[in-house]
C-alpha cells in the first residue's frame, strides 16, 4: 500500500497562472484533508471532505477549490495563483474523524 | 489566543542529553484528542502518538514518553538520551469538535536540533 501520494513533489508558477494538486490515497478512507504549512508556522485547514460527493472549506480556502468524486482522489485547485500562496501543501486522510491523520509527503509550490 | 501553544520556538541540545519539548492547548470541550507529528529535514509528517481527553495514563515508547495533565492543559512530549536523528521540527496537534465535525488545530512547532 503507497498510503498517501501527492504530485507533483516540486512546482513553480507564475502569477495569475491555475494548476491541480493531486492527492490519491489507498486507506479506503472517507475523511480527507488539504493543508498548506507557511514557513515557521503549523499547518492550516483548506478544505475537507468526509466522503465522496462532500467537501467543506476549512481555515483558509480563498484562493482553492476541491472536488470529491472519488473515495481514493482529493485534487486541490489553484485559480489565479498569487505570491501568498507560496508554501507547502499537505493531504492527510483519516478512516474516522476523531482518528490520527496520516498525511501525504506535501507539494512544495512556489509563486513567482 | 492560540489553542495550541509551543512556546520553545527552537531548542538546541547535545547528543544523548533529555529534552522536553512543551505543549499548552485550550478547548472547552470535554472529550478532545491530542496529537504529536515528527517532520525531520526531508519534509514528511510522522505521526508519533494519539491520546484522548479521558486518557491521562503517561506514555513510554522507547526513548519517548509524553505527560498528559489536563489540570495543566498540557500535553508534553520528553526524550531521553537524544540523538541526532531526533533532529526534526515537532508538533503538537489538538482534535475538537468545530462546526459539527473534528478538526486538528497544530502548534507552530518546535524545532529540535541535536548537536553531536
Known amino acids: 500500500n503507497a498510503g498517501v501520494t501527492q504530485t507533483p513533489k516540486f512546482r513553480i508558477l507564475k502569477i495569475g497562472q491555475s494548476m491541480t494538486l493531486q492527492c490519491t490515497q489507498d486507506m479506503n478512507h472517507n475523511y480527507m484533508y488539504w493543508y498548506r504549512q507557511d514557513p515557521g508556522m503549523g499547518l492550516k485547514l483548506i478544505y475537507y471532505?468526509?466522503?465522496?460527493?462532500?467537501?467543506d472549506k476549512g481555515e483558509v480556502p480563498n484562493g482553492y477549490n476541491v472536488s470529491r468524486s472519488t473515495t481514493e482522489d482529493f485534487p486541490l485547485r489553484l485559480e489565479l495563483a498569487a505570491p501568498s500562496q507560496t508554501s507547502v501543501y499537505f493531504c492527510a486522510t483519516t478512516g474516522g474523524e476523531t482518528d490520527t491523520q496520516y498525511f501525504g509527503p506535501g507539494t512544495r509550490l512556489t509563486v513567482l | 489566543a492560540q489553542k495550541v501553544t509551543q512556546a520553545q520556538t527552537e531548542i538546541s541540545v547535545v547528543e544523548k542529553e533529555d529534552v522536553t519539548l512543551d505543549c499548552v492547548y485550550e478547548t472547552r470541550d470535554t472529550t478532545y484528542y491530542l496529537f504529536w507529528y515528527k517532520q525531520p529535514p526531508s519534509g514528511e509528517l510522522v505521526f508519533l502518538i494519539r491520546?484522548?481527553?479521558?486518557?491521562?495514563q503517561n506514555e513510554i515508547s522507547g526513548r519517548y514518553s509524553w505527560n498528559f495533565q489536563k489540570s495543566t492543559s498540557s500535553f508534553n512530549f520528553t526524550i531521553t538520551a537524544s540523538q541526532v536523528v531526533d533532529s526534526a521540527v515537532y508538533f503538537c496537534a489538538l482534535s475538537e469538535e468545530t462546526s459539527g465535525t473534528y478538526k486538528y488545530i497544530f502548534g507552530t512547532g518546535t524545532r529540535l536540533k541535536v548537536l553531536a
Open positions: 471532505s468526509v466522503g465522496a460527493g462532500i467537501t
Open positions: 491520546r484522548n481527553s479521558f486518557d491521562e
